[in-house]
């Protein structure tokens, strides 16, 4: 699964000293996409749950059209481009009732 990806290339680039790390690639942007989250979940409990890792200055939950839910997954930007980092770090495989989210750098979302 690409939560064990990450994890494995996080615990690799610890063990061999990487001073580049994958996260440097992603420098350039203050978002993270968020996955496999709960339809009951709004903006509101989205923006709690990440607010650990820093100031949020945006988000986007795609909604269904027909029932005005949310779709499972969404975009949220920091004020801090190393809030993301975090974000990623911590949030990635994590258990939010009783979902495993996926949280990933995004190079080039637009609001």
């Not at 990450?6 to 680039?13: A, K």
């Not at 992603?26 to 009951?40: M, N």
Request: glycine share 10%; charged share 30%; with cysteine.
């Amino acid at each position: 699964s690409t939560i064990k990806e990450i994890e494995r290339i996080n615990l690799r680039e610890l063990e061999l000293g990487v001073k580049g790390s994958w996260h440097d690639e992603y420098k350039d942007s203050a978002y993270v996409f968020i996955g496999g989250l709960s339809y009951e979940m709004t903006e509101g409990d989205v923006i709690i749950v990440f607010s650990q890792w820093g100031e949020v200055v945006d988000i986007n939950l795609p909604r269904d059209k027909e029932t005005g839910k949310t779709r499972g997954f969404g975009f949220l930007m920091y004020e801090d481009q190393r809030s993301t980092v975090l974000a990623v770090d911590n949030m990635n495989g994590a258990q939010i009732l009783g979902r495993t989210i996926r949280v990933d750098h995004c190079k080039s979302y637009k609001q």
